[in-house]
């Protein structure tokens, strides 16, 4: 493995695999978010800087042949020109004659992007034929897709092995890692996870690792309506999972016995409809009414959540506290997301990751306030859990 701050590009292809599956308007076919772009964009105009050319490797949705433009990677290669300010050329096949052609006369300074690599099937599957068609391309291969990391594909983990001597990760990869190692093994205290989102059932592994690594854990979102009625509260209509109230009981003891801060709702939001017209009032967690939901955190959790969140040195935040995509349930999950800026703002070190908090950061216009937004979701859950993601891997060896 090489580093990428040292090593020498000069007169080399660097054949880079970056996660460009951004989200296009369906009609006009037009880029709405391009935050993976512009992550992807220090790595690759480091390598032009210094000499070398660069050969983009992305998929971009989940195509069933090449027999579907909308998931073209044509459809964001002039906006991608603009972004690095490069005139990005591009070749209809990821493999092939024309490709092989035009990534063979790249020139010092010079961008290729390749079509998308899961136009062809041999790309989920794995296949080493297929990797090393890919591999063909670069003289070095540089990963710089997080948010694959978690897939053994031919692009993110099977062509590093045809790079034995010249592999390494990007600038943005290496900063997903340091970020979620600074989280699990930081030194400096206390450290606070906020964990939201539906269901305890997909956050288990998450919660019990993190156990061993926080002072506080804060639930919230729809979670934690299944702790309140492990503990013999009234949750009234609300999301529960019943089959995992045991599981709940255990890590609320599990937590004492470690004596971590386990936070638990106090008051919440509740609606007589799932929508955002509903009827709503603020009552305690554990007296909610029958025909009732809970949908936010109330206003003494938020105070609660805010005092512990503004103590604190380390913060993770995965997960939402309540319905944020609904204006009238959004003020719990605002409310995390401030004091995380309020506290980062004094230096504490914070992470945002996990789809539906990173939707909330980016909704509140507050992502340039925190020290970290994971592009990575469910790579950077895998990681989180202490799974071995196979993109990592292949590079570290």
């Not at 292809?13 to 391009?34: Q, Y």
């Not at 890692?177 to 906020?194: G, H, M, R, Y």
């Amino acid at each position: 493995m090489q580093d990428i701050n040292s090593y020498d590009f000069t007169g080399k292809r660097a054949l880079i695999r970056v996660d460009f599956n951004v989200p296009l308007d369906k009609e006009t076919l037009e880029i709405t978010d391009d935050t993976r772009i512009q992550a992807a964009v220090p790595t690759i105009k480091h390598i032009l800087k210094i000499g070398g050319s660069v050969v983009i490797l992305s998929h971009l949705g989940r195509p069933k042949d090449a027999s579907q433009p909308k998931f073209s990677l044509r459809n964001i290669v002039a906006h991608t020109s603009k972004v690095l300010g490069v005139d990005v050329k591009f070749s209809s096949d990821c493999i092939g004659d024309e490709a092989m052609e035009m990534s063979s006369n790249l020139q010092e300074g010079e961008v290729l992007m390749l079509e998308n690599v899961r136009y062809h099937k041999d790309e989920t599957a794995g296949t080493e034929s297929f990797a090393e068609q890919l591999a063909a391309h670069g003289d070095v291969f540089v990963n710089d897709a997080f948010g694959t990391a978690h897939r053994a594909h031919a692009s993110t983990t099977i062509v590093a092995n045809f790079f034995p001597n010249d592999k390494m990760f990007g600038f943005l990869i290496e900063s997903e890692i340091k970020s979620v190692d600074k989280v699990l093994n930081s030194t400096e205290k206390p450290v606070t996870a906020i964990v939201g989102g539906a269901k305890v059932s997909s956050k288990i592994t998450i919660i019990e690792r993190l156990l061993d690594k926080v002072d506080n854990l804060i639930v919230g979102g729809g979670m934690a309506y299944t702790f309140v009625k492990a503990k013999g509260g009234k949750v009234g209509d609300s999301l529960v999972e019943d089959d995992f109230l045991e599981m709940a009981k255990q890590i609320m003891e599990k937590a004492a016995s470690k004596g971590v801060n386990l936070y638990i709702p106090v008051d919440t939001i509740i609606a007589d409809k799932f929508t955002n017209e509903a009827n709503q009032q603020e009552v305690n967690i554990n007296k909610i009414p029958e025909g009732w939901m809970g949908l936010d955190t109330g206003s003494q959790t938020s105070v609660d959540c805010a005092k512990i969140i503004e103590k604190s040195e380390v913060i993770l935040w995965n997960g939402p506290m309540g319905v944020f995509e609904m204006k009238s349930f959004q003020a719990g999950t605002k409310s995390i997301a401030l004091s995380i800026v309020e506290a980062t703002s004094k230096g504490a070190f914070s992470l945002i990751g996990g789809g539906d908090s990173v939707a909330a950061i980016n909704k509140f216009n507050l992502a340039d306030k925190v020290s970290h937004v994971s592009t990575g979701g469910g790579a950077m859950l895998e990681y989180l859990e202490g799974k071995e993601l196979p993109g990592i891997k292949a590079i570290k060896g």
